[in-house]
């Protein structure tokens, strides 16, 4: 039904179609299990979500095969989303000084977030969308150099072809000494990146990487991929720091296997 919706009215609208559903959502999901960081509203459950494939349970995907609680009844936000905005909210000065921010393929909860944010110059990216401020394709991206304090780029990378040079490119426009968020679902159990850039059918796609439109499912060797492109990068586990993160109880609902992979530039 949902998909059919969104088939039927304009990408424009489809913002306000989430509204609706969350307004009904917020009232069958309301208790006080999980609190959501993005739109503080209290709920007893979140809204499972994820694909089911069986490649993703086989190669423990996470950020990308099924999860209980992942989706906000209220905002909409997945729980990477979450991870994100609390990850920039208590680990570093984002939102609260004046930067130039691009945001590749926005998340709209957080795209509204920045948008309210004092002092930020905030453009959003996309090569499909058309509600983005510029059409971007992430291999080839249109501004100069250092250009950008923070980049944030969630989920896009295991869609192109040539990954590696959409890291060079995040890196070429970052400002020496900036930060670029570059997340995507990973195997906790591959050591190297399965992937196949050839057409294959769909069928032989979705059975490899768990989407059709997906090239790829990272391994453990991400962090060395985007370090090949200069970037010195931390792996950060909240689950090991939960104070800021929901605690141990996990209040607000995040994916306890998954790290952010935080990409900085260096300054020198």
Known sequence: MKTLLKSIVPEQYHGKLKEIACRAYTVLYAGDRYSCPLCGRGFRRM???GYRHGVLFEKHVVGGGWRRDAFCPGCSSYDRER???LYLKTRTTALRKASKVLHIAPERVLEKLFRKVPGIDY??????SKVVDVKLDVTAIQFADHTFDLTLCNHVMEHVPDDRKAMAEI???LKPGGLAII???IST???KTDEDLTDIPVAE??????QEDHCRIYARDYEQRLASV??????FRWEKEPADFGGAENRFALNPEEPIFVCSKPAG
């Open 183 to 185: 997340q995507t679902p």
């Open 189 to 191: 159990v591959l050591e």
């Open 205 to 210: 796609r979705i059975r490899r990487f768990g």
């Open 123 to 128: 453009t959003t990216g996309d090569l499909f």
């Open 83 to 85: 991870l994100v905005y």
């Open 230 to 235: 200069g970037f010195a990068v931390e792996v």
């Open 47 to 49: 809204i499972p979500r």
């Open 171 to 173: 890196f070429r426009t």
